[in-house]
């Protein structure tokens, strides 16, 4: 079950290194153009989350203790990151966003299950 945590949220922490700036150069962020100050404090907060996700999932995949500890913490801004963009996406143009919408969702569900599984489990 960790194997299956650490992918997710090494992944998770990925993609959003990956998002981030190829919507910054595709200029698909009309915030940061109205509100920079804003749009700054997101970011460290997008960058300390993605830290956090790809340092406690691979700490998981290789089983280190720390990342037993650093996942309880993770999973609280995995989750809060995922309802953040649930809430901007289903207040967007949904004929274009109901794919990520979805996929949010799901990603959502998912790290919330595995979450609940593993508390269970201790």
């Not at 650490?6 to 990956?18: K, P, R, V």
């Not at 290789?62 to 901007?88: C, D, M, N, P, W």
């Amino acid at each position: 079950m960790k194997k299956a945590i650490g992918i997710l949220y090494a992944l998770n922490g990925l993609s959003m290194f990956i998002v981030w700036p190829f919507l910054i150069l595709n200029d698909q962020v009309p915030e940061l153009h109205t509100n920079l100050f804003y749009m700054s404090f997101h970011f460290l907060a997008e960058f300390i989350t993605a830290i956090f996700c790809v340092v406690s999932g691979i700490g998981l995949l290789l089983k280190r203790q720390f990342a037993e500890e650093l996942y309880s913490v993770t999973t609280g801004f995995f989750i809060g990151a995922e309802y953040l963009a649930i809430s901007y996406y289903l207040f967007s143009d949904l004929a274009t966003a109901l794919p990520v919408l979805y996929m949010l969702i799901g990603l959502n569900i998912t790290g919330l299950t595995l979450f609940i599984i593993e508390l269970e489990k201790q």
